[in-house]
């Protein structure tokens, strides 16, 4: 099969590509760098032409309330080159729990994101997954000075992007799900504790305190950011990683 990987070039995107080349399928990165605009639409009919499967892993440039409109037009224009080339399945990547928590401008962006693709001419699977191990560290940054780190008790699911990309590949390759997969991984930490481990993992001595008004997560309401039953558990635990 023939898939055109829309944001091929991303951490997920990149390793998405690998994986269904290596599998035997023809595997086409897009991006801004490869003179694709998805807010445009400039180069999405020649990047989809001949595509069996569409797997959109663009992301906004923000968080904020422009996330909102970038979403919007970014999948209007996608849905409408994609029925356009008569692709038969159109996949994205989300996040689990991300309509729980509307508080949130780009979860309310990514929902609607969702919504976008649900209500759309073409059959779908939406791959939801929880927060990458890779973003861990930027997490920390937000609510950090020289001395301290502010994290709320946020239960947190980190996952390995290669173990991301590998189920956004399979569920690629697979038949349209019409629905929504769970990706977790292997282990559950309230976010304070995740912060402590990460520390003392790079032997940083700031310390962690425990402030569950603090940053982006303080907004999630209890554990709606993991992974419930029926989710798909990822191998890859996060002490392992770590190493």
Known sequence: MKFAIIGGTGLIGSQVVQNLNAAGHEAVPHSLSTGVDIITGHGLDTALAGADVVVNLTNSPTFDDASIPFFQTSMDNLLAAARQADVGHFVILSIVGVDQVPALDYYRAKTLQEDILKAGPIPYSIVRATQFMEFIDAVLSWTADDDTVRLPRTPIQPVA???????????????????????????????????????????????????????????????????????????????????
Do not use: C, H, Q
């Open 161 to 243: 992007a290669a173990n991301v990309a590998a189920t956004v590949a399979d569920v690629a390759a697979g038949p349209p799900l019409g629905g929504i997969l769970d990706l977790g991984g292997p282990d559950t930490y309230p976010l304070d504790e995740l912060g402590r481990i990460t520390l003392a993992a790079k032997d940083d001595k700031r310390s962690v305190t425990t402030d569950d008004t603090a940053g982006m997560f303080a907004a999630v309401p209890g554990d709606v950011l993991t992974a419930k039953s029926g989710a798909r558990i990822a191998p890859t635990r996060y002490a392992d990683w770590l190493k």
